[in-house]
C-alpha cells in the first residue's frame, strides 16, 4: 500500500530537477500513505513525473521500489494497491522470458501491462490497486482505479497541467492550483455527508471512477472507459439462473470467500483482523482463522458506554475461533480528541461519525501489524442494512395506498412535535433499531418517504441528510442511478443494493477506512469485495439473503458453521458514537462556535437559520439531530482547517 501523485505538463518547458521537485513536493504530503521509502521518475522532454511513497508489504528489498521501469523499458509504473494473483500472473507470462527482479505484485501489474495492454492486464487482476501508467513510446498516460473503488484517485488541471495524485492534498501543492469551490458538490455533500463522485470539492479535480481507465496525453484526456462495470456484471448475472434456495447460495459463496480472504493473508509483514462481533468481521476472521496454521490477529476497541460497546462479542467470536485477540477500552476523552485532526485525515468534508472509532482502531491495530482485514461490503452484497427492510415496507404501502392518503399521513407526521415523538417512542426504537436511534429524525424520514415519486425516490429521501439547504438547480442524480434499468433491477431492495454498491459503499465506507487506515500507515485489505464475491453475489436471488426480516443470510449460514449462533443473533449495533450527548455536552462549545462563528455558512451560499433552529432543538435535548448537525460541523471544521491554505 502507497502513495502515488504525479504531473504531465501540458508543455514540457521545465528542467528535470524542477520538475522532480514538484513531484516530490506533492507525494510528502501524503507521507503517511508510505513512510517507508520515497522515489520520483521524470521525463523533461514529456513534462513527466512521477512520484512514490512506499509502504513496504510485499517483496520489503529495493526489487520493489517504485516508481518501475518495465523490463523492455517502454513502460513506468507508480502504483497503490495489493493484486492477490500475482504469482499467477508471473506464471502466465512465462513463455515470454522476461528475468524478474524480485517478487512483489507491482513488478507482476507493470509486466502484465507491457506484455498484454493495460485493459486487457487490469481484467486479470484480483486486488486492489490505483496506479498511474506512462508509456514512453506514444507518451500517453494511463490511470486506472480498481473495480470496486477500494483504492481512490484524483486528478485534475493547473492551467494546461494535468495532475493526480491518491489524496487531494497532494494536488493542493502544485503552484497555481485553483482552490474554488464546486457548489454541485457542496450540494451533495449536505445530502449525503461525503462528496459524490466523480465530484471533488474542488472544481478542478475529479474522482477517477471505480473499474475505470484514463489516457491523456499532454494535449488533452483522450477517454475514459470501463473494464468493469457493476451494470454489466447485474445484467449478465439475471441473465443466468438464479439461485433462490439459501443452501445453494452458501455452498457456491463458500469456496469463493474462503479463497478471497487466503489470499489476502499473503504479506512480508504482519497480518491481522479488524474484529467488531458482528457477521461481517466475525466471518472474515473465522476464515482467515480456519487458512492459518497458528492462531491469527484480531483487534478490537470497547467503550465504557455499554449502548455503544460491541467489545464482549467481539471477545467472545475471538476465544470461539481461537485467535490471539487484542481489545484496547477507549476513555471518551480519547475519542474526543481526534475529533480536531478530522479534517486533516480527511481532505475534503466527510461526514460518517464511525470515522472516529475507525481512526483510533486503526491507530492500535498498526502499533502490532501493517496489513489488517476488514469485513466491509457484506451488508451491501448480501443486503445487511435495516435501511432495505424500511424500503421493502414502503414499496409494499406504496402499491396499496393513494398518494393524496400518503401525503395527508405525512402531514400528520410532521404536524406532532419532535420533542414529542422522542419521549414516546424512543424505547420501542431503541428495540427495533439499537439504543442511540434518533426517533424524531425517523419519524421525519418516514413522513418524506411518503411524499415520495416513486421507491427509488423515497430511497433516495432515507439515506439524505439535509435536502433544503442548496438552490435546486445545484442537485444532481449520481450516474448510478441511470445504469438501474440498464442492470434490469426492479426488486426495491435489490436496486437499492446497486444504488449504494456504486455511491454509498466507495464515496463513503471504503473513504472512511481507507483515510483512517492510511493515516497510521496501515493496510487494511476487504476480502468480501473481491470481484469474484461481487460477482457471484448478485446470482444469489434476494429470497437467499433476506429472510424473516433478517438480512446476510448467507453469510450467517456460512459463519455459524464455525461460530455458535447465539453468540451473533443480536440487534444491529454498528460502529458508533454517543454523538448526540457529546455534542450537548463535551462538543458543546467547539461546536456552538463553528455554528455561530463568522459567516461561513454564507460563504458557502448556505442559509443560516435552519442550522442555528436546529442546533437549539438539539441542545434542549428533546430532539436528536446529531447526524445533520454533524454534517454542518465537519463542513465548519474543514473550511477552518483550510482557510488560507493551511495544510496537513
Known sequence: MCGIAGILLGRPEVDAETLAAAGRSMAEQIVHRGPDSAGEWVDPSAGIALAHRRLSIVDLSEAGAQPMVSACGRYVICYNGEVYNADALRAALAPRSIAFRGHSDT??????????????????????????????????LYLVRDRVGIKPLYYGWSGA???????????????????????????????????????SIYKDVAKLMPGTILAATAQNVERVKSFWSLGEVVRSARQQPQIGRLEEAAEMAEPLLQDAVKCRMLADVGVGSFLSGGIDSSLVSALMQEASTRPIKTYSIGFSDSTHNEAPFAKSVAHSIGSDHTELYIEPRELLEVVPSLPAVYD??????????????????????????????????????????????????????????????????????????????????????GAGSSVARRIHKLASMLRAENNDDAYRRLISHWTTLCPPELEEMQPAYGSLEFAGLTAPVERMQFIDMATYLPDDILTKVDRASMAHSLEVRVPLLDHRVVEASWRIGLSAKLQNGSGKQVLRRILYKRVPRELLERPKMGFAVPLDRWLRQDLHPWARDIIFGTDWLGEFGIPAEPIHDTWRRHSSGRANWADQLWVVLMLGAWRQANAGGARR
Open 107 to 140: 513488478e507482476a501489474v507493470l509486466e502484465a501491462c507491457a506484455a498484454w495492454g493495460v485493459e486487457e492486464a487490469v481484467g486479470r487482476f484480483v486486488g486492489m490497486f490505483a496506479f498511474a501508467l506512462w508509456d514512453r513510446e506514444t507518451r500517453r
Open 348 to 433: 475534503e468534508p466527510f461526514a460518517d461519525s464511525s470515522q472516529i472509532p475507525t481512526l483510533v482502531l486503526s491507530r492500535l491495530t498498526r502499533s502490532h501489524v501493517t496489513v489488517a482485514l476488514s469485513g466491509d461490503g457484506g451488508d451491501e452484497l448480501f443486503a445487511g442494512y435495516n435501511r432495505y427492510l424500511w424500503i421493502e415496507k414502503m414499496a409494499y404501502l406504496r402499491q396499496r395506498v393513494p398518494a393524496s392518503l400518503r401525503n395527508g399521513a405525512a402531514s400528520a407526521i410532521g404536524a406532532v412535535p419532535s420533542w414529542a415523538w422522542e419521549r414516546g417512542a424512543q424505547p420501542v426504537f431503541d428495540r427495533i433499531w
Open 161 to 199: 497541467n494535468l495532475l493526480f495524485a491518491s489524496e487531494l492534498d497532494a494536488i493542493l501543492t502544485y503552484p497555481g492550483f485553483s482552490t474554488d469551490l464546486d457548489p454541485a458538490a457542496v450540494a451533495g455533500y449536505l445530502r449525503f455527508g461525503y462528496v459524490p463522485a466523480p465530484r
